[in-house]
Antibody
Framework: QVQLQESGPGMVKPSETLSFTCTVSGGSISGYYWSWIRQSPGKGLEWIGYIYYTGSTDYNSSLKSRVTISVDTSKNQFSLKLNSVTAADTAVYYC???????????????WGQGTMVTVSS | DIQMTQSPSSVSASVGDRVTITCRASQGISSWLAWYQQKPGKAPKLLIY???SLQTGVPSRFSGSGSGTDFTLTISSLQPEDCATYFC?????????FGGGTKVEIK
């Protein structure tokens, strides 16, 4: 079955760029939407944005100025970059497959295991 | 943004009890609501989508109902493995937003 695996740093310094990659295994990245979600004790679960396998994206307006999500279909991977990080960006970051409303779902049906990132000097 | 409010924030019940969790949206979201179960140190797991559709492989003791602004997740007979935090999520409009969570414990 389809599985997602995030990879990225455990710690980032303030003002630097946080980068994550999510590798899709057991299935193709093509034909689906893929998302990044984060979870912190202070803000709960927060949707960051999604990318379609074609490269079209949508981002949470609260983060839009700092976020870039990209896709590499040849590697079956998609990536997240969040720049100018602060302590408020400390969270567990998840990648997930987004089942769209047009598919009848409107939900995240497959999740990666999550990676904790701490922003600290 | 649509705000999602869950209640209660925590519930303690006995094995076999019926447990109901409520999620209220700050504006109408039709039936575009999903429920997730999250155990400590794990990613959320999809239980219910489109308000009442059971995700494949999820036990039938879980059910969802509601439309518009008010939704419920019901566990018909609580089992020990159901101890977890449950989240709702709206899919009516972007940005997608989640409720604050309800922690379910065994009494």
């Amino acid at each position: 079955q389809v599985q997602l695996q995030e990879s990225g740093p455990g710690m980032v310094k303030p003002s630097e760029t946080l980068s994550f990659t999510c590798t899709v295994s057991g299935g193709s990245i093509s034909g689906y939407y893929w998302s990044w979600i984060r979870q912190s004790p202070g803000k709960g679960l927060e949707w960051i944005g999604y990318i379609y396998y074609t490269g079209s994206t949508d981002y949470n307006s609260s983060l839009k100025s700092r976020v870039t999500i990209s896709v590499d279909t040849s590697k079956n991977q998609f990536s997240l970059k969040l720049n100018s990080v602060t302590a408020a960006d400390t969270a567990v970051y998840y990648c997930a497959r987004w089942g769209t409303r047009s598919s009848g779902q409107g939900a995240f049906d497959i999740w990666g295991q999550g990676t904790m990132v701490t922003v600290s000097s | 943004d649509i705000q999602m409010t869950q209640s209660p924030s925590s519930v303690s019940a006995s094995v076999g009890d019926r447990v109901t969790i409520t999620c209220r949206a700050s504006q109408g979201i039709s039936s575009w609501l999903a429920w997730y179960q999250q155990k400590p140190g794990k990613a959320p797991k999809l239980l219910i989508y489109a308000a009442s559709s059971l995700q494949t492989g999820v036990p039938s003791r879980f059910s969802g109902s509601g439309s518009g602004t008010d939704f419920t997740l019901t566990i018909s007979s609580l089992q020990p493995e159901d101890c977890a935090t449950y989240f709702c999520q709206q899919a009516n409009s972007f940005p997608l937003t989640f409720g604050g969570g309800t922690k379910v414990e065994i009494k």
